[in-house]
């Protein structure tokens, strides 16, 4: 299980997180990986990625545009499904209905491309620009926006 945590535009997260006596403290056991965008996180479970989130919150606050979860290699979900999984109120299965493209260029998210049902990243292909990072992200039905 992965946390993937994007940066907001002009913080370098990793060096933030490491300047704080706190953050250290709770990264302690951790082993980010610094990401040109932000940093990802291997934790054990889904219960300990969302209990890490949590005792980052503060920093999330102020210092993170999108914070995802990586439950499988490849697949990224919301905080809101992450939160729907663990507390077993869903079951996400292929194909997805919710989901949405997270378009990240260079050190910063400048883009959610919100996917119709059934289509394929390619399908945006026209939205991107080869040297950007697309994250495929499975959300809520609530997250998602009515067409």
Do not use: H
């Not at 992450?82 to 493209?101: F, H, K, S």
């Not at 260029?105 to 620009?129: H, L, P, S, V």
């Amino acid at each position: 299980m992965n946390v993937l945590l994007i940066q907001s535009e002009g913080v370098d997260l990793y060096a933030t997180l490491l300047k704080s006596e706190t953050s250290r403290g709770v990264l302690r056991f951790y082993q980010p990986d610094r990401l040109e965008y932000g940093i990802r996180i291997r934790t054990a479970s889904l219960g300990s990625a969302l209990a890490l989130v949590s005792e980052l919150r503060w920093y999330i606050q102020r210092y993170v545009e999108e914070v995802l979860f990586e439950p499988v290699e490849g697949i990224f979900c919301s905080s809101g499904l992450a939160r729907q999984i663990y507390e077993r109120d869903v079951m996400p299965a292929e194909p997805w209905a919710y989901r949405c493209l997270c378009r990240i260029a260079g050190d910063r998210m400048i883009d959610t491309i919100w996917m119709d049902e059934g289509a394929t990243q390619e399908a945006y292909a026209d939205r991107t620009e080869p040297e950007d990072t697309v994250l495929e992200v499975w959300c809520t039905e609530e997250e998602y926006p009515e067409k």
